[in-house]
């Protein structure tokens, strides 16, 4: 259990920050900016539910929680190593990218077919997770550069891709089924 009683540590004042294993690293550095581009898009999230009281409340509830497993797994380096930590290492798991599939193809048979792209937009809602998912989207660019250099959780990868789909899905949802969406005029203001 985490316990936090005193809220500044002055640890960082130069520039470092210590990841889940206890090593220093500058706060600049591609893991750091990994998960705090999680932690960013879980903020965005915030907003988001600001505007809704139904299942995808609900379901960005369940989002927020698993965006802080994420972001344990990714402060926490040497995956080769978990067994040797004194405590058991939270790793994101398959069967949370399997349950926000299966929320996709739920809220998908809902909607028609897109002929158009769209653009973010539409109710307060919808703009707010199309948000989400651009974050969303920059934390994945990021978490698979962290992985060009270290190991990460396979999971961790393939939960935030299906994270950005996730958002786009509801995003429509949010925009009365996809029917308020704003769809893309090609060239309309040559």
């Keep these: 259990m985490v316990v936090l009683n005193k809220i500044y540590t002055r640890t960082g004042d130069a520039g470092e920050t210590a990841l889940g294993d206890g ?13 705090g581009t999680v932690d960013e898009t879980n903020s965005v999230i915030g907003l988001a539910r600001q505007h809704t009281a139904d299942e995808i ?6 989002i927020q929680n698993d965006l802080f497993d994420l ?21 994101m798991a398959d069967a949370q990218v399997a349950r926000l599939e299966s929320e996709i193809d739920a809220m998908n048979a809902r ?23 651009t974050v969303s989207r920059r934390a994945e660019r990021l978490a698979v550069e962290l992985s060009e250099s270290e190991p990460i959780n396979p999971a961790a ?15 429509r949802i949010a925009n009365d089924d996809g029917r308020a969406d704003v769809l893309w005029v090609p060239g309309a203001n040559r």
């Design 23 to 35: 090593a220093r690293v500058p706060k600049h550095s591609a893991r750091v900016a990994a998960y």
């Design 57 to 62: 409340d609900t379901a960005l509830a369940r």
């Design 71 to 91: 972001g344990a797994d990714l402060c926490r380096p040497a995956m080769e190593k978990d067994g040797e930590a004194d405590y058991p290492v939270l790793r």
């Design 111 to 133: 909607l028609a077919p897109l002929r158009s792209f769209i653009l973010p937009g539409g109710s307060a809602l919808a703009a707010h997770l199309h948000l989400a998912r």
């Design 157 to 171: 990868l393939k939960y935030l891709n299906r994270l950005s789909d996730w958002f786009f899905v509801a995003a």
